[in-house]
């Protein structure tokens, strides 16, 4: 089992910037891909980007250049950097961990980030 914790939303006024972090401990495998989704009311929940265990990214077309991710491996912590945020922007973000080769996945509670215009 791998339990994660976030932190860091908020409400934010647009342009402004956020950093969110989720914590992942327990069974970790050396070989994952962590990453930052997000659903807004009513809405599917969507990727916004991931980050393997090898340090490749991959992002929404709606968050490039405005979003960052990145990990710290001894940590098992995996960060989204959010700048220049929109209104639209607006949902709860969810970090996941999938351990590469299988086909499970594990969840965080989310964290609300509102950005107000």
């Known amino acids: 089992q791998v339990q994660l914790v976030e932190s860091g939303g908020g409400l934010v006024q647009a342009g402004g910037s956020l950093r969110l972090s989720c914590a992942a401990s327990?069974?970790?495998?050396?070989?994952?891909?962590m990453g930052w989704y997000r659903q807004a009311p009513g809405k599917q929940r969507d990727l916004v980007a991931t980050?393997?265990?090898?340090?490749?990214?991959n992002y929404a077309d709606s968050v490039k250049g405005r979003f960052t991710i990145s990990r710290d491996n001894v940590k098992n912590t995996v960060y989204l950097q959010m700048n220049s945020l929109k209104p639209e922007d607006t949902a709860v973000y969810y970090c996941?961990?999938?351990?590469?080769?299988?086909?499970?996945?594990?969840w965080g509670q989310g964290t609300q980030v509102t950005v107000s215009s």
């Open positions: 980050v393997t265990s090898g340090g490749n990214t």
């Open positions: 996941n961990y999938h351990p590469t080769y299988t086909y499970q996945d594990f």
């Open positions: 327990g069974s970790i495998f050396s070989f994952n891909t």
